[in-house]
């Protein structure tokens, strides 16, 4: 029905594009209008600008003809274009607008505007700094950019803190990231993979030291699948100006949170070097209530209230190295290593009592947790630029190794603090992989051309399992055979792409096609069963774009994605997460298959942007975490995965920016989608519905030309799934930032969660259970920042080309 609903909306839309289409190209055949192209350069770099605005104006009331957008290599063309004369006025973010007049003489069926040249809005010209404000979001029409160094609010913090001034995420109170609802997509770094977990990849990587996040919700054939919610792409800080330059930043803040990094660059004519290093402490301390109800033979109450800390540390270094061989081949080289640990420890109170036995037993508990380990990633890249524009062979090859460990203790003590029970848990093993591209671009004209490549993922793990238990006669732990194992993964993923993309007139299109051979070995060592698959699967995609006057543009896309199964979702073997929460695996588990549809709407304003969207996506298959109480304990609850069904996520996005005056601007965001699951399991109906909404206000003073003032506002409303829900919760966010120095040493001030309302509710049940918790944080936190730049440190504000965007899934590193 909601799939019926959406053809009947969108199907008259497309048509009209269509119609428009045609009949605007037999205008043109019968009145024969002229075209005017050109190319876009950064003035100081000399190299091409993509996704710069050119727009077309008439001379003499400067009404707006039309508009368009530059290509990766910086080329634009304007068709339809009547005799007369013009001005076309260029603008991009961080840039100074530019102003070129042209005359299209009477008869004349092309114009060449040349080579234009953009120069930076922060030079130093005559003495006099120039300044410009680049927003903090800027929104394509395939995907939306957050420009980091802008988000001041999010100065001292990670990439999640970044994230979450964007609607469509949402982050919980283990700072793990959703993405228009879902916890599955994949993290690139520049565009390359990575071997750590998505959500660990996002918290460690300092904000400080990004340039941009892209998120592309529907990406094309030329991307890996993986991921349900699509790609976030993080784009690193590399300087392009020659000779040596750098920044450095230090921050400091309550709840033992500290840390800072540097990045030092180094170019000279074809060769460029930078270094840059990291160190962060992060602790999250606060307190919470859990309260379980189990119905067994009777029902069972255990109520526990106490105070915990979440903690994420990291470190790292990263360096490399390009070299322009000839303005044919470049070839360059980066490396990347570093450490990073996620923990937790709690102190509990908990009372226990039965409807038999209505006493109450008081006891404590003690626990911790801690993951982690040393990582290391090498890439290597290879351009090949032939005569033709456009016309040009990229290999990548990545080798990335990290080495992991999960240690977990839990302590439970009798009132007179002896120990009743114990547990240690270990997790460990190495991880192995290399990504091998191979990409080809052939452009046939102007206006198309054909992608296609080849790509190899080989990935090879190891992981063990030891439980030791407490025996209270010896006061030593001792193994427990039953929950120990060993589990070895090797995992190969061959592909195979190729797409084809065009215009006509003011039309655009793109048809995609990716196929890809899974072959999945997992040896259960010392058990009689192993495990083996190998499939092949199609992956299309279609994407349509059409350009409206007045600097207007339309995007309808399809495409096809999935959500792979980690290694844990298929362990068939009990694994402890402390006292009261077990796991085991699902070997028959099938992955998610997603169709996702996207129509997007999109107006350029001088300096801001209004963006529609609406998306519908189903999933296949759908894996959903399954809870209930553990047969040979009562009071401890089972985690399983199932697949149960369908989901539907039907919604849409809004983002706009204003500037109401010169020295305030602010950006209004929000979501809204319906979302549903059918489905059952053993005859128990899985089905549940729920109306989400969320909605983000971004507001950035400029009280004097060193004195910048950001305060933002974010809610989420609660949402549901197949066995609970979560409350809704909002947060207000407030930094000051003060420069010296010409702009060298900045000061920056930041406040999260203003009025402490972080607080989070969440209640899940089943048959067999109910569970409630609330986890209520300490805040504000408040955390100084010192900047300084070396040298008049400017990162690259170019969007940079993809690169490949490597497929890698979400299961990767930093």
Partial sequence: MMFKTLIHITAPIIFLLFSTNLSAGERAEALSPGTI???????????????????????TVS?????????????????????GNYFLEITFIGYLTHIVEVTLEEGQRSLDAGQISLR????????????????????QIDKRVINVSETHTSASGTAVDVLENIPSVTVDIEGDVSLRGSGSFTVLIDGKPSILDANDILNQIPASQIENIEIITNPSARYDPDGVAGIIN????????????????????????????????????????????????????????????????????????????????????RGGVDFNINPSNTIGFGYRMGDRERGRESDRTYEEWSSQDPDRYIYSSYEESDRGGIFHRLTADYERK???????????????????????????????NNIISSQRGIEAGPRSRGT?????????????????????????????????????????YELD????????????????????????????????????????FIEMVGEPEDYTLNRWDYYPTVHFSYQLPADQQVMASYTRRLQRLRGWYLEPFYTWRDAYNIRIGNPELEPEYIDSYELNYMKRFERNVLSASVYYRVSHNKIEWIRGIYDEQPGVLLTTFENVGQDFSLGTELMMGFDPTSWWHFDLMGNIYDYRQEGELHGEDYSAGSFNWNARLNNDFRITNSTRLQLRGMYNSPTIRAQGEREAYFVTSFALRQDFMENDLSFTLQVRDLFGTMSRESVNWGSDFYNYRNWDPNTPRITLRISYRINNYRADRRQRPDNGMDDMNGDEEF
Avoid: C
């Avoid at 050109?38 to 050119?54: F, I, K, N, R, S």
């Avoid at 508009?67 to 339809?80: E, K, Q, W, Y």
């Avoid at 054909?450 to 190899?456: N, V, Y």
């Avoid at 589990?487 to 190729?498: G, L, P, Q, W």
């Fill in 386 to 416: 032939f005569d033709q524009n456009g016309h040009n062979l990229l290999f990548q090859a990545t080798l990335s190794y990290r080495e992991s460990e999960e240690n977990s203790l839990n302590l439970l003590y009798d009132e007179n």
């Fill in 234 to 317: 993080i784009v690193m800080k590399q300087h392009r100006l020659q000779g040596v330059n750098g920044v450095a930043n230090l921050d400091a803040g309550n709840h033992n949170r500290y840390g800072g990094d540097f990045l030092v660059n180094y170019r000279q004519d074809r060769f460029n070097f930078y270094l840059g290093g990291r160190y962060n402490q992060r602790g999250r301390p606060g307190e919470s209530i859990v309260r379980t109800e189990s119905y067994a033979s009777d029902t069972t109450f255990l109520h526990s209230t106490g105070e915990f800390e979440r903690k994420r540390n990291a470190w790292g270094f």
């Fill in 436 to 476: 091998f591209r191979l990409d080809y671009t052939l452009p046939f004209s102007e206006t198309h051309k054909l992608e296609t490549g080849l790509q190899s993922r080989i990935t090879v793990s190891e992981e063990t399992n030891d439980l030791f238990q407490y025996d209270s006669d010896s006061g030593q």
């Fill in 120 to 139: 930076s809005a922060d030079e130093t010209l005559d003495g006099v700094v120039v300044r410009g404000d680049r927003p903090s979001m800027s929104y």
């Fill in 37 to 59: 192209r050109g190319v876009v350069y950064d003035a100081t770099l000399g190299e091409p600008l993509e996704y710069a605005t050119v727009a077309l104006k008439t001379v």
């Fill in 63 to 83: 009404a707006l003809v039309d508009g368009v957008i530059t290509d990766a290599n910086g080329f634009f063309r304007l068709t339809g274009v009547e005799s």
């Fill in 481 to 520: 055979d039953f929950f120990t194992k060993e589990v070895n993964y090797d995992t190969r993923i061959h592909s195979a792409y190729s797409t084809f993309s065009g215009e006509r007139n003011n039309l655009g299109y793109q048809f995609g096609l990716r196929a890809e051979y899974t072959d999945r």
